[in-house]
């Protein structure tokens, strides 16, 4: 407790030197401190109180460290409230305060009582700016002031935030803290710290023991030390161990990245598939090409949109509703469009094409009358957002991980609707042999409907999985019907197994080529090998065989 | 024979009419896209526009006739604004045009308004690099947006490694090429810039976005400069949010961010990046409190935004109607001369000025995005900064200078040379 407040007190006015940081930081992370101090200075509380109004990030930067200092009660809240932005001081007497909406103007109370000071007008309060030294200023006494039981992920956090400036000076509080440590993950951090620390020992020998202890660390302060090690240490042997610890990690570094380019591909290719699943369906089975797949998509996000407005508070489950929903908007605009413009169109291509295409414009420009030309902002859920970390430098994104679990999730239940169920068995009738199937007693302009519908509705999830990703404006359609007809071609048109590998492997194909090529020429790349592998095999990867093809 | 004459009677009338109308009121072009890919930005410029002019109606016009405004659609498509341009100019009749929002439509329209010999205000930040005898450039040359933005990070912030990362297409390259002269002036060395362009309205962000941690991760403060168009930021931020970069880490200033485009997303994960413009809607004046206030009456949405480009427009906008009274005419030439020198109040608390190279003075502000889709100024210039209309820092351009004042009357000319290319542009 008392050596959280000494710091305080004997720490320079100016700014801080990093070692003295990181031993401050340790200080306080190994002590446990409640950080509410016996003799509260409240006068340091009203200093920094009377800082916080004015214009120099720096002078709030000074009254944090104040109020921090100060040990008040209230400290907590306050910076709790500056850091969410909602801190106020009126212009009159520079008194901070929090604001409420009111009719005319703004319903005030003192921020640090708690009483109210009635109403005023919008010019006469003035926010409590903050920038990003401040706001990770406030985050880091925050954290502090919160540490109290001290939470293993909070330390380890800590740790590893110190890695960079570690020096020898820190070395006897770390081995003090790892004697009595618990937590084996934090333990392993503990470890690595131990060794970043000793990287600074004049003994030669607890440098070497060092190195070979950060063999394979893949934290980047780490390699950043090492890198200069190998460059500036006096002793050659020293040298040559940092060096050859070097190379252990860069041959891990690329592994991860390698890894990384993997999953970044598959990714990718899962938004292909996506995308193009619906048109595999339409296109593929059916024969119809159909430009406003892309719009069908696109009201699908836009479904999502309005599912998130109509349920504001429940943004958590909102997708849950939303992919059914879009499911049966688009599914119902598709049997529309294949009533309306498609049934009269069978068997001429040329004119299907145009047709569909003046209808994703009519559908482009309804959306843009409908919900303003603006994007629209679809908010991701708490439980799709962040990370899932696996080391220090390779993570993988949580929503793209949803996103590869649902397209799995939608090409096998396709599949099993074409495989499975009587409509898919009709469906597989009608496009193969018409004529053959009505003979039989299937009704083929039912069939054709709701064909066209499937298509579109799984167009439409698409677009609930798309809102996560990309804007949702009425451009969205337009991004994504290239990719969907490229992918469908490429794995051969009338083969859902097709779409799964084509899709995939331009996804993976276009991520590998990424970092060398730039993410213009590999996509150009990309399309330059398809252009080459049609004219080779023109019936895609998987080429229907038997009478089906013939059709 | 009676038919006949009735018919010419009728067409009598109808051209009284007609030059009555013309007689009437001043009519003013607007040429901004209200369908297609642009809709999202140009459609609120237009709106502004149509304030501007009722705003002007309603204190007793110009010249003691009505302003009328003449709104057209180039949809998006560059080809079209040429003849968008063409079309408000000799079948419209108006004396000014304010329109465009990309440097492509705008290089389309240029030969037209040359030709006719019109005005056009073009309200949005650009690459620089011209300076036409027709054309007002309200909105930022590199000078005043970029070159400010990147010493801001140098500066303040104690940036030591840079991303450059941009769309690719005209503004963003020719912004990144002077960025790069400017910051290996400054000593910055080779391996401490990536520069990296991705196609329009891209949305797979992972691989760079990676790439971007790993470049910041050798241990020097590191700064993303985006010239990254409209579009494709949303999945760009998303992207760095869920990779876990925060602002305090790897700071992104970008040029083309924003109080429209962020109005259309979620903002949490951009909280703490900043932007580089000379007008925000949070800026504490009278005068754009004023401004907001009237923005809302007249599209009758609380919630609606201003922007840069809007502020542009209203510059521009005040110093076209400063410069018809000081001319007493419309006469596109007469109002070329009269408009040089003229000075109108900007909405930050300051005076924008037209200079003879057809730029205007402006103050620079960097803002940091906040959570409700607003900037918070962290800086600003202590004056403002004129326009510059050839960059000082690439070797084509450094000795070229514009002013189209008598006798010079020269969009580029050569100092060293001492000769005027003759180009118009």
Known sequence: MATTSTHYRTMPEGRRSTGWRALWLLALLFTVSTASTAFAASDDFEQGLALLSEKSFSKKGRAIELLVASGHEQVLPLLQTMSAGELYYRKSDDRIVTRRDADTGYEITDAVSGEALGTVGRRDVKKVAINNTLRSQLTQAIAELQLGAADPGIRKTALEAMLSELTADSLPLLEKRRRTEQDDSVIEVLDIAIAVAQLESSERSVRLQALQALEGSLYPSVRNRLVTMTANDADAGVRKAAEKALITIESRVNLFSNLETLFFGVSLGSVLILAAIGLAITFGVMGVINMAHGELIMIGAYTTYVIQLLMPNAIEYSLLVAVPAAFIVSGLVGIAIERGVIRFLYGRPLETLLATFGLSLVLQQAVRSIFSPLNRSVETPQWMSGTWEINAIFSLTLNRLYIIAFCLIVFFLLHLILKRTRLGLEVRAVSQNRQMARAMGVRSQWVDALTFGLGSGIAGVAGVALSQLTNVGPNLGQAYIIDSFMVVVFGGVGNLWGTLVAGLSLGVANKVMEPWAGAVLAKILVLVFIILFIQKRPRGLFPQKGRAAEG | ?425
């Open chain 2, 1 to 425: 024979m009676k038919m006949k004459q009735l018919a010419s009677g009728i067409a009598l009338a109808m051209m009284a009419s007609a030059s009555m109308a013309a007689d009437d009121t001043i009519k003013v072009g607007v040429l901004h896209s209200l369908s297609g890919t642009m809709a999202i930005s140009e459609t609120t410029l237009k709106d502004t526009m149509q304030m501007l002019i009722e705003e002007q109606n309603k204190q007793g016009g110009l010249l003691g006739k009505k302003l009328e405004a003449v709104v057209v659609d180039p949809a998006s498509n560059w080809p079209l604004f040429a003849e968008k341009a063409r079309e408000l100019v000799e079948k419209n009749g108006v004396d000014a045009i304010f329109g465009c929002w990309t440097s492509v439509s705008r290089k389309s329209v240029l030969p037209v308004v040359e030709e006719l010999d019109t005005v056009l205000f073009y309200p949005v930040q650009y690459e620089g690099e011209e300076s036409s005898k027709n054309v007002f450039y309200t909105g930022a040359a590199p000078n005043q947006q970029a070159i400010p933005a990147v010493d801001y990070l140098m500066n303040e912030l104690g940036v030591e490694r840079w991303v450059l990362a941009g769309t690719d297409y005209v503004y963003p390259r020719t912004t990144n090429k002077i960025l790069e002269a400017y910051l290996k002036g400054k000593g910055v060395a080779d391996k401490d810039i990536m520069i990296n362009y991705t196609p329009f309205g891209h949305s797979d962000w992972q691989s760079i976005v990676a790439d971007v941690k790993k470049f910041g991760s050798a241990g020097k403060k590191t700064a993303v400069v985006s010239t990254i168009n409209g579009d494709a930021n949303v999945p760009f931020y998303k992207e760095l949010g869920n990779q876990g970069i925060s602002a305090e880490d790897i700071p992104v200033v970008a040029f083309s961010v924003g109080e429209e485009e962020l109005s259309g997303i979620d903002t949490k994960p951009l909280v703490g990046h900043l932007a580089a413009w000379n007008y925000f809607m949070s800026v504490d004046t009278e005068a754009n409190d004023e401004f907001i206030q009237a923005w809302h009456a007249y599209i009758g949405d609380e919630k609606r935004v201003t922007n840069d480009p809007m502020e542009a427009h209203y510059i521009g906008f005040k110093m076209w109607v400063e410069a018809v009274k000081k001319a007493g005419t419309t006469d596109p030439a007469a109002v070329q001369d009269a408009i040089i020198g003229v000075s109108v109040p900007n909405l930050t608390g300051g005076y924008a000025t037209m200079a003879p190279n057809h730029h205007i003075t402006k103050p620079v502000l960097i803002g940091e995005i906040q959570d409700d889709g607003q900037f918070e100024v962290v800086w600003s210039t202590s004056g403002t900064v004129l326009g510059d209309a050839w960059s000082d820092f690439l070797p084509g351009s450094k000795d070229l200078i514009a002013d189209w004042r008598a006798p010079l009357s020269c969009g580029n000319y050569n100092v060293k040379t001492g000769k005027c290319s003759g180009q118009n542009f």
